[in-house]
């Protein structure tokens, strides 16, 4: 089954979810902010996405960030997402155990 990690309130989560059921396909979701983003989660996504693709350097909670914090190495990458799961691209579709898409764009579900 299809696992999306998205937040609730992201536009782009939105129309990510709404893509997946236009084409009635079976998906659960996670919800970064609901559901929490656990150490063995972030290394499950991070084992298919490389680190520096999968932190959103766009949003708001990065631009809040001190200088010293943006300047991260592997290990301190992943503690940042780990303090800041809105830190994570989204949303991350999970179509097997090997391959995570990263974000949206009308038209990336169309070959599912």
């Not at 909670?61 to 940042?80: M, P, V």
């Not at 830190?87 to 391959?99: A, H, M, S, V």
Request: aromatic fraction near 6%; proline fraction near 4%; charge should be neutral.
């Amino acid at each position: 089954m299809l696992t999306l990690y998205m937040i609730d309130n992201c536009d782009t989560c939105r129309k990510a979810r709404k893509a997946l059921d236009e084409k009635s396909l079976l998906f659960k979701t996670h919800d970064l902010r609901k559901d929490g983003l656990s150490a063995p989660l972030l290394e499950h996504i991070l084992h298919r996405v490389p680190l520096v693709e999968a932190i959103n350097k766009r949003s708001k909670t990065w631009r809040e960030l001190s200088d010293e914090e943006k300047d991260f190495d592997a290990n301190s990458g992943r503690q940042l997402l780990l303090k800041h799961p809105t830190l994570l691209k989204r949303p991350l579709l999970e179509l097997d155990d090997d391959t995570i898409l990263v974000g949206y764009k009308d038209g990336d579900y169309d070959k599912l």
